[in-house]
């Protein structure tokens, strides 16, 4: 863990050395993001609800997608950029030295641009809070705190998997968007407004309706049991055969050679 | 048993088949041909603690699968290697801790900051103890005459500078055995000969196993003393630097001028060839000396001027080549 901190401190350090560019991209990515909210704040002039949700309702859970998916392109950039470190090489690198190798891809590299998105996405997060009359209690704000982590998670599962097709080849990458850039898009709406296929496909292939889908509905009050407010931890599990994956790709690596 | 032994390791590629034309290009995205390509060929060797072995080859021999193989980074398909008691690609972690890999071509450095912040990351990386930490990057500052750049970001640093540091970093955790990939390649003269007496000294004093690879042979034949040829992934020399040459250095080449004609039919002259001003003569050493020559020489014609010149291990290398077709 020590590890990780200083080498994001040192990635900081590295980014810092170009500050012009540093800032200049950190507004940037204010303004690029700040595009995609006017997209839905226009949808709902139109609509004003979508399947029963309303434009509130749909900003919390986009802020929250939001921020699991910039939380790991800041913290997880490593695994992001994965094609990157072995078109390069500097993957034998790594095998060359006495650490758990998913740490050092993560301390690999870093992008602290990208934290604009995630004070963004706070702010959308708190704004849509504000407006939404939620009854709050202990339990509410633990399943709100939860997920805010799942979503971390479940990125984090989805780039390692991402990652693990370099493994295979490195040409065709777009083929991970998909499941990156692309779920992303779809998650970013509460999952119930798409048809059945969507919402089995994103409840037990990528369990992106744990995340921001049952939790939403108990935290708006739709669904009453307190376990779909705890859904969010199911996220975890999946988080253990995307790290096997991981692993078999690694090991084929090493078998196969780039 | 030895420190490093290696036992039959074969490894074999398989590479898709790419022809060129657009037809051609369709044919192989429906069904793909594979070529296997073998880059190690049953190799075998034994290396003692404290050797430098050169591990020479011309390009695409599998020189760096071997060193892959043997740092842990590639598993072979058959064959067994025990380092230090232990086989690389099995014990990782544990194995990593013993070596050094230095790439020339590759940098481990941090390019936008200086050496010192990558030589602290490493410290972590292996976890090296405060005041061994500290000793150790003292020696090597001190060894590899670092002080004035080492606080430098290193994309500011020339290849020769960059080098250093780049080997610094492979030795912070002490290894024992010390794999140099190409480490003066682009180099000037000095860095050259400040590389070279740093790794001599090394090995001499910390009794570092060092496996080197390098297409400069005078790298080569300045710090090894043994040497291992593979080619087409065979190995097919091993031994010492001395039996190489004598096996092969009998040619010598002896460039006359002199303006007089020269008609000499002698055995041991394997070559008589007009020059400019005057003759060369390539001359096996072993059937008809030198002196032997020169006597014969001077009975005959006026020699102006005489150079004789060995052969260096570059052309023996060709030659090794040349016998064995690769």
Redesign the interface.
Known sequence: M??YF??LG?HL??EL??RVNFILSFLSQILIFFTSYFVIIALFTKFDNIKGFTMYEVLLCFSIIQFGFAFNEVFARGIDRFDKLIIK??F??L?????SIIL?VLCSDSDFVKTARIIQAIIVLIIAIMNLSIHWNIMKVITLILMLISACVIFFGIFLVAASYCFYTVQGLEVRNVFTDGGKHMAQYPIGVFSKGFVVFFTFIIPYAFVNYYPLLYLLGKLDSPIYGLSPLLVIIYLIPCIIIFYMGMKRY????S | MSFIEVKQISKT??VAKKKSGLKEAFKSFIKREYLDVVAVDDISFSIEKGEIVGYIGPNGAGKS?TI?IL?????P?SGECKIAGMTP?KE???Y??K?G?VFGQ?S?L????PAE?TF??LK????IPEEEYQATKKDLIKRLNLEDIINI?VRQLSLGQRMRCEIAASLLHNPEILFLDEPTIGLDAVSKQLVRDFIKKLNKEKKTTIILTSHDMSDITTLAKRIILIGKGKVLYDGSLKKLRDKYDTETHVNIRTKDKLSIRKKGITSKNKTRDGYELVVNTKILSISELLMNLSKKILIDDIDIEQDTIDHIIVKLYEDYKI
């Open positions: 020590k590890l200083k080498s040192m350090k590295a050395e170009y090489g500097d034998d690198r095998l060359l030295r006495p650490k050092q090493s078998s196969v050679g | 590629f398989r699968t892959k740092s842990g980074i590639l598993n398909d690609w990782r972690v544990k990593v801790k070596i890999v590759k481990q941090w390019w936008d900051i912040d602290d990351l972590d990386i292996y976890d970001p």
